[in-house]
């Protein structure tokens, strides 16, 4: 338990949705996924890193449609901050669909790197939004559960 070998897989935390919900968002606000689309893990060492990825159904039904989808970091007492800044063009996404025609709905992956820091517990959570307002982006965990994953690697 108090072996750290760098380089390897310390342990590996799995969530699936399970409530059979869609998220559905029409604004230009990040949007959270819920606590069905939420991955926690307690590091057992400071120093790992953390590999944080998510499969998911991702939906648009506008065209030229922008969605955009990211994983938000609880900071404090239930409070979320997106894990990336944005750019010039406010392009914080990790994974985006920007849908040119007919609807689309699609398999998305996203993966996120971080440091742990401490050994307190860290949450991830998908989010969700549009890049224009009047568009329409959808998590879809009712079509096929959200799988998230969380490891930590030693350093």
């Not at 990040?30 to 990825?53: A, V």
């Not at 920007?98 to 992956?109: S, Y």
């Not at 991830?124 to 490891?151: F, H």
């Amino acid at each position: 338990n108090g072996i750290k070998i760098p380089g390897h897989v310390v342990q590996v935390v799995h969530a699936t949705s399970g409530d059979g919900s869609e998220i559905s968002v029409t604004g230009t606000t990040w949007t959270s996924g819920g606590s069905e689309s939420t991955i926690t893990i307690t590091p057992k060492f400071s120093t790992s890193k953390l590999l944080i990825t998510a499969s998911f159904n991702a939906d648009t039904s506008e065209d030229n449609n922008r969605a955009m989808y990211t994983f938000f970091k609880s900071v404090n007492s239930g409070t979320y901050a997106n894990v990336i800044s944005a750019n010039a063009n406010s392009y914080d996404a990790l994974a985006r669909i920007h849908e040119t025609g007919e609807r689309v709905l699609q398999n998305q992956t996203m993966i996120f790197y971080d440091d742990a820091t401490d050994t307190t517990s860290h949450a991830y959570r998908i989010y969700v939004k549009n890049q224009l307002s009047g568009e329409i982006a959808r998590l879809r965990n009712d079509i096929t559960p959200c799988q998230l994953v969380a490891m930590e690697i030693a350093q």
